[in-house]
């Protein structure tokens, strides 16, 4: 346990302050991104390749602009709370604990970025031009600037989501709940699952599903092996700690 102990008073003061200093970041950040609004919509549009877009009710481009404000206040705070999150459960871990949470927390953001550029990249536009050339002739393709802002969001967040994956079968192995026989057992479920998953996650197109599920399941593949080789750093550290408590207990 931590070195520092608090009382239940104290701990909700702590808990408080976190998060009051969270809060007021968010907001911060949120009324900072309003006023790049006209920059950050041309980075939304952009994987929509001179499409244009329009809004059909009074309310909803203002709906709009402060949809994105807010989700991009929380982006942008996200270290800062992240790091409250931090600062606030470490007196109660040990340094193991601590290790892994810190390890979480930063790999977490790595992937999440990462689930996000790909999609932003190379799904958005594939999806969008599929969508664009299944058109009708005599029907021309108009979008709503609030309904295309969903897709967006949702394929993104669900890029960035799921990409957890790695991460959290890594830091399940390295507790040694799951293992390398396990994972390959459960293959196929688990493949099942990540369909199943991608289908509740993205928009209702196969497109943005397929691609989606793809790279996941390459990424369960690469879960497997990264467990693999955390098993096999493990079992040789819990060996290299046994034969030194029996040259210990032999030299006694």
Not at 66 to 79: H, K, N, Q, Y
Not at 166 to 171: A, E, G, N, T
Not at 207 to 211: G, I, K, P, R
């Given at each position: 346990m931590g070195d520092v102990q608090l009382s239940f008073v104290e701990h909700l003061e702590e808990l408080r302050r976190r998060l009051f200093v969270s809060a007021l970041v968010v907001v911060v950040a949120t009324i900072g991104s309003y006023?790049?609004?006209d920059f950050i919509i041309a980075l939304i549009e952009a994987p929509a390749r001179g499409l244009d877009f329009i809004y059909i009710s009074p309310p909803e481009l203002f709906v709009a602009y402060?949809?994105?404000?807010?989700?991009?206040?929380?982006?942008?705070?996200?270290?800062v709370v992240l790091y409250q999150f931090w600062k606030f459960v470490k007196p109660a871990l040990n340094k193991r604990e601590q290790r892994y949470l810190l390890f979480a927390l930063y790999m977490g953001v790595v992937f999440f970025a990462i689930g996000v550029s790909f999609a932003y990249v190379m799904v958005l536009p594939l999806a969008l031009e599929f969508f664009v050339r299944i058109a009708a002739p005599g029907i021309e393709p108009l979008f709503s600037f609030a309904y295309y802002l969903g897709f967006v969001t949702s394929v993104l967040l669900a890029f960035g989501v799921v990409y957890q994956l790695?991460?959290?079968?890594?830091?399940l192995g390295s507790l040694g709940l799951v293992s390398p026989p396990f994972l390959r057992k459960h293959r196929k479920l688990v493949l099942l699952g990540i369909v199943v998953l991608s289908?509740?996650?993205?928009?209702?197109d196969v497109?943005?599903?397929?691609?989606l599920s793809g790279p996941i399941m390459l990424l369960y593949e690469?879960?497997?092996?990264?467990?693999v080789l955390i098993t096999r750093k493990r079992r040789k550290k819990e060996q290299e700690e046994e034969l030194e408590y029996i040259d210990t207990d032999t030299s006694d």
């Open positions: 006023f790049f609004i402060m949809r994105i404000a807010v989700i991009c206040g929380l982006a942008i705070s996200s270290p790695p991460l959290f079968v890594v830091l289908a509740f996650l993205t928009p209702p497109v943005s599903q397929v691609m690469l879960s497997i092996l990264l467990t």
